[in-house]
């Protein structure tokens, strides 16, 4: 964030220099934390999805192995479009950042551009997870795939309901 583009809109932040860094923009600020929060969020939702993975596999219990190969089956097309979705939008928010200089090849922005678009084909296309969540998931098991991951949000809410930091 060493780039200097014009002056802050609460006035010069370096006023030795002919502009300011452009991290003092509120609009470069805005790109940035949502970047961060999407891969904040992306690897949160990730973990998330990987640990009912490896209950699925791992655990000696028959019934909580069941009740975990149900929550993969329906997360797993809501991870694959969600992840790749907001990882394009974080590209393109990136490139944004770089201006210009996002769409040559020197620093590669427009590359990864290119390659998190493709994402979104190779996971089967994004309509097809939806098709998947909505048809065979939700509808397919009467709803029983979403009870069971909205028993499993209400049994977060109540174990930490007098934890301030949620």
Not at 41 to 47: H, I, P, V
Request: charged residues 25%; contains cysteine.
């Amino acid at each position: 964030m060493d780039r200097i583009q014009s002056r802050a809109p609460t006035g010069a932040q370096q006023p030795e220099k002919a502009a300011d860094p452009i991290i003092v923009h509120p609009d470069v600020r805005r790109m940035l934390l949502t970047m961060k929060g999407y891969v904040e969020g992306g690897r949160a939702f990730s973990t998330y999805v990987a640990q009912w993975l490896d209950i699925s596999k791992y655990a000696d219990d028959d019934e909580r192995r069941k009740h975990a190969e149900g929550m993969v089956a329906l997360l797993t097309p809501v991870a694959k479009a969600f992840l790749t979705d907001r990882g394009l939008e974080a590209c393109i928010l990136g490139q944004q950042v770089f201006g210009g200089h996002g769409f040559i090849r020197e620093w590669g922005q427009e590359q990864l551009v290119r390659d998190c678009r493709i994402t979104q084909i190779y996971e089967g296309t994004n309509g097809i997870q939806a098709l998947d969540l909505m048809g065979r998931k939700v509808v397919g098991s009467q709803g029983k795939l979403y009870e069971l991951f909205a028993q499993d949000v209400t049994n977060f809410l109540e174990e930490n309901s007098g934890d301030e930091q949620l």
